[in-house]
């Protein structure tokens, strides 16, 4: 998982079916103080504190085409769900959570931002009770 922590961008595809928009939305609300811009619905935001939420909330609403933030950001599509870590460490506890589960729930492939393939780095899973 600390491979994984410290890219900067990650790119995960299914390896099978696609993900489920809006179960992994439905992960992803309660995570940090987050915010799924009404401009993108397919992208979330995720803030360290409910200020900085509510900030960027209201310059959206009054210029949705107003850059991005530097807050963890999450892009979900059922091809592919981008996980853009630029913004450092102080996310990580954020990025961690929701990496554990969508591993947990997925079976994927996934990139950097470079492209090369980290597939190998990812946790194994758990062995399933009978």
Same mark, same amino acid.
Request: with cysteine.
């Given at each position: ?20 928009? +809006?179960?992994?939305? %439905?992960?992803? !609300?309660?995570?940090?103080? #987050? ?5 993108? &619905?397919? @992208?979330? *935001?995720?803030?360290?504190? +409910?200020?900085?939420? %509510?900030?960027? !909330?209201?310059?959206?609403? #009054? ?5 991005? &933030?530097? @807050?963890? *950001? ?57």
């Amino acid at each position: 998982m600390d491979k994984l922590l410290e890219q900067q961008e990650l790119y995960f595809y299914p390896l099978s079916g696609g993900f489920d928009v +809006e179960r992994v939305a %439905e992960v992803i !609300r309660p995570i940090g103080f #987050s915010y799924q811009a009404e401009a993108e &619905p397919l @992208v979330f *935001l995720i803030f360290r504190d +409910e200020e900085s939420r %509510e900030a960027c !909330r209201a310059r959206r609403q #009054s210029n949705p085409t107003a850059p991005l &933030p530097y @807050v963890l *950001l999450i892009r979900v599509q059922p091809d592919e769900i981008i996980v853009n870590q630029f913004a450092g460490p102080d996310f990580s506890p954020y990025s961690r959570v929701f990496l554990e589960w969508l591993l947990a729930n997925y079976e994927c492939s996934v990139h950097n931002e470079e492209r090369t393939d980290l597939t190998a780095e990812l946790p194994k899973p758990k062995p399933k009770a009978r």
